[in-house]
């Protein structure tokens, strides 16, 4: 039960992330630099203090694997929010998130790992809710179509990022796993943002406050529970629940920016939730937990 608890928290946080990106006046780039690197800031002297110790049994794989999970992660964030520039916010979110088609493809060639139907089945519903919540709102055009691929490849990122994530965790501690791959992932925007010529400065207030707000709500919490769950449960299981980002956001959306959901969002909504409670009510054999 405890895990779920850390799973739902952690869907309803990174739920907050598409309305404070909303809010917030600034290249994307920037956005997703400050994101990591104000997180990493934080992480940093309690890391120091308490968990860094667990890196002197890592293997020279396992440094791989982290520096490997900090470059998915960076692209996963660089490349979605870049992608809202390009193409339709529909056409960015059902594309980004398609992540959990990649860890079932993925865990199967890497690992044989099989899922029931039923299990199938649930992430086929939760992704038709998907489709439904965006329908109408595809786009055409080759702008569009770059953006769409950018969105793609950041739900394979994302993908990759939670297999990773699975697979060390029984060998480093979280907060020391976290604050590595938060601070390799800042380290990689803040070149991009420089080498692209995005300036740090400039922005209003309300701009920076919303980036501080993205590094803690999403990221710290968000993303830090996510990681977490994905060291108690199977990784399928945790791609699918993240699912709910896009009901938790139209949520938010309705109460913070006054946006209230279509009929079609309200119906998407339901298929996901629905989806994702008959991926959840599978034994744990059946989604490859060890």
Known sequence: MKTYIVLIVGVLS????????????????????YRLTIASLILIPIASRRSMKSLKTLSRHDGLLILLSSVFIALHFGLWITSLSYTSIASSVILVTSHPAFVAVISYFLWRERLNKLTIGGIVVALIGIIL???????????????????????????????????????IDILAYLTLIYSGAAVILLIATVSFGYSFTGYSPTTYVMMVLLAIVPQLIGHS??????????????????????????????????????????????????????????????????
């Open 14 to 33: 990174v739920s907050f992330a598409a309305i404070f990106i909303r809010l917030a006046e600034a290249p994307p780039l920037v956005i997703a630099a």
């Open 133 to 171: 919540i965006n329908y109408g709102g595809f786009t055409f055009g080759s702008r569009a179509i770059f953006g769409d691929l950018l969105a793609l490849v950041a739900a394979f990122a994302m993908g990759a990022y939670l297999i990773i994530g699975g697979q060390l965790r029984a060998r």
């Open 225 to 290: 529970c996510l990681n977490l769950a994905v060291r108690l449960i199977p990784v399928t299981f945790v791609s699918v629940a993240i699912l709910g980002e896009p009901v938790g956001a139209t949520i938010l959306g309705y109460f913070i920016l006054s946006e209230t959901p279509t009929t079609n969002e309200i119906v998407g909504g339901l298929l996901i939730l629905a989806g994702i409670f008959t991926v959840l009510r599978q034994p744990p054999k059946y989604l490859g937990m060890r």
